[in-house]
């Protein structure tokens, strides 16, 4: 039966004081909708249609949420002119029988780093654990299986401007050029072809991983949250694309304190490897499941096989990136105005720009399309966070420094 439902989540969030001029400037801005039509929000599996948006193809569904199809919304950042650290969000959708829309914000304060997600408490509150000036709002949409599923009409959020609170860094990022380390037993995820949580279709030999927390899970193709894995002298630094393995609210790379769920055990230790080996939670995950395993992390294929060289489920090293991944390794400044593509040629879509004697923080370098500029051709890519999520590119030769702009990393 359908039912019209209104999911209010009152984040009395808190702001800083601003220049006047940018108080003025922002004013009246101080309430929104997020523009669910526009072209530049990120959509897996997302249907537009007059009233809302919904759910394109109801087969697909994902691992992390078994017995669902799945769709995910991710709005471009807003820029709030401003750092606040809470706010008011007001979804309108339409949710029949069974269906589920959740609702979920992050900010930056810096070019490529994000706080985790963050979702309403019982009591209808979200608070960030620091201050930001640019806010994105995820939405996942979950229905029925092969039938209906929930349209979302409207997405209002409105900013708070109280006194700001004791900011908590997240991960200790703050303290560490990188973040702690944990030794974890990781599992191989496989599932080529089917669809991860933030609407990536898996890849035969993948590079990504699954973490058990929506938390840390960055937009498709993207490269916001990080984790570095060390095996048997073998590393590679993977994006964060899935949920799981057992659990989905478990981010136990947090502090007691802020972890969602299990806060008696200690930071470090994920749930199914103290329910496997130590018998907590009699055994079992979230869902009532015995885990069958310790493993607290879930590794796609090339990752597994070709980067880590595994040949079998095993415990390895694992360093969860400062910042939550997203601040890149280094600085390029460009010498020019120059388009940031979403892949590595000039055919590619225009995502961003960088501009002249300005500095980006950015990953690594591919080769890709030769350009020539000034009588000089380069076929090097740097690729670059961009702040409304994900990644683009931006062609080396209008870089300053050597033939990758100083970027020693290759992707």
Request: net charge negative; glycine share 12%.
């Amino acid at each position: 039966m359908w039912r019209t439902q209104v999911l209010c989540l009152l984040l009395v969030l808190t702001g800083l004081a601003v220049p006047p001029a940018a108080a003025q400037e922002h004013k009246d801005q101080g309430s929104w909708r997020i523009d669910l039509a526009g072209p530049e929000a990120d959509r897996g599996n997302v249907a537009r249609r007059p009233d809302g948006i919904t759910v394109e193809d109801s087969a697909v569904r994902t691992a992390s949420v078994p017995g669902a199809s799945h769709a995910v919304y991710t709005s471009p950042g807003r820029d709030l002119g401003r750092r606040l650290t809470a706010f008011t969000v007001r979804t309108e959708a339409e949710l029949p029988s069974g269906t589920k829309v959740l609702t979920e914000i992050r900010g930056s304060d810096r070019p490529g780093t994000w706080t985790q997600w963050r979702d309403a408490d019982g009591a209808g509150t979200v608070r960030l654990p620091q201050a930001v000036s640019l806010l994105q709002v995820r939405l996942t949409l979950l229905g029925v299986p092969d039938g209906p599923s929930p349209t979302v009409r409207a997405v209002t959020v409105t900013a708070a401007g109280q006194s700001a609170p004791q900011q908590v860094p997240e991960n200790g990022a703050s303290a560490a050029a990188s973040g702690p380390t944990y030794r974890l037993f990781a599992t191989r995820e496989g599932l080529t072809g089917q669809t991860t949580a933030n609407g990536h279709v898996i890849q035969p030999r993948d590079h990504f991983v699954a973490l058990p927390s929506r938390r840390m899970l960055a937009t498709n193709g993207g490269h916001e949250y990080q984790v570095r894995l060390c095996y048997k002298g073998r590393c590679e630094t993977a994006p964060v694309w899935d949920v799981g393995p057992w659990n989905t609210r478990d981010d136990y790379w947090n502090p007691p304190a802020q972890r969602e769920m299990w806060r008696d055990l200690p930071q470090g230790t994920p749930e199914a490897q103290a329910a496997y080996l130590n018998g907590y939670n009699g055994g079992l995950d979230e869902f009532g499941r015995r885990a069958a395993n310790p493993a607290g992390i879930d590794v796609a294929d090339g990752t597994f096989w070709d980067g880590l060289g595994m040949s079998d489920n095993d415990w390895v090293d694992v360093t969860f990136m400062p910042d939550g991944g997203g601040g890149g390794t280094t600085t390029v400044t460009a010498w020019t105005q120059a388009n940031v593509r979403s892949c590595a040629a000039r055919s590619c879509d225009i995502v961003s720009t960088v501009y002249p004697n300005e500095s980006y923080p950015a990953h690594c370098w591919v080769v890709g399309e030769s350009v020539t500029d000034e009588g000089i051709t380069n076929d090097k890519w740097v690729r670059l966070p961009l702040n409304a999520g994900g990644v683009g590119y931006v062609s080396a030769i209008y870089l300053k420094g050597d033939e990758t702009g100083g970027v020693t990393t290759r992707c």
